[in-house]
């Protein structure tokens, strides 16, 4: 999907350069990054990890990351839920679920999704009695500095445009 918006942007830019110039190209492109930026956080940023410590949950732009000691359940509903020792649930919008496609744009049938939370959950069991500690919350900090990037981009482009 994303792929196929980045050919179909640098069809348009070429497009620019041959009938236009360069300079239009310029102003053009951080528009163009803005669609894909927001489809790449839309579709492909939210996603689980796992290690040995923990599970990392990234929904849209932000991170939590969960010591496995803190897991008191995972259950698989519309995605992946994931309960703490505290009773607060962390839901994912990016793990394994049933109508959602897969990264290489297979659907995910209810085997499926199952086998990659049956994962989730023998890395929490392998974890065994590991050490708790704090839920850290982050920010996806590259993506947000390419939207800076691309919102200063097209500032620059509109006071050059006139517009």
């Not at 509903?77 to 839901?91: F, G, P, S």
């Not at 023998?122 to 704090?134: Q, R, V």
């Amino acid at each position: 999907m994303l792929g196929g918006l980045a050919l179909v942007c640098a069809l348009l830019l070429a497009d620019v350069v041959a009938r236009g110039s360069v300079v239009q190209a310029l102003l053009i492109v951080p528009w163009m990054l803005a669609v894909l930026w927001f489809a790449y956080v839309v579709w492909f940023a939210s996603h689980v990890e796992t290690d040995a410590e923990g599970i990392t949950v990234q929904n849209l732009l932000r991170r939590t990351r969960v010591p496995w000691g803190r897991v008191t359940a995972i259950d698989l509903r519309w995605q992946v839920e994931v309960t703490l020792d505290d009773d607060t649930v962390v839901n994912s919008f990016g793990g394994p679920s049933p109508s959602r496609r897969g990264r290489l744009g297979t659907r995910s049938t209810p085997d499926s999704a199952t086998v990659q939370t049956g994962r989730i959950v023998d890395d929490w069991i392998a974890a065994g009695d590991a050490a708790g500690g704090p839920v850290q919350r982050s920010w996806d900090v590259p993506a947000l500095i390419a939207l800076v990037v691309i919102a200063v981009w097209a500032v620059i482009a509109v006071l050059v445009a006139g517009v």
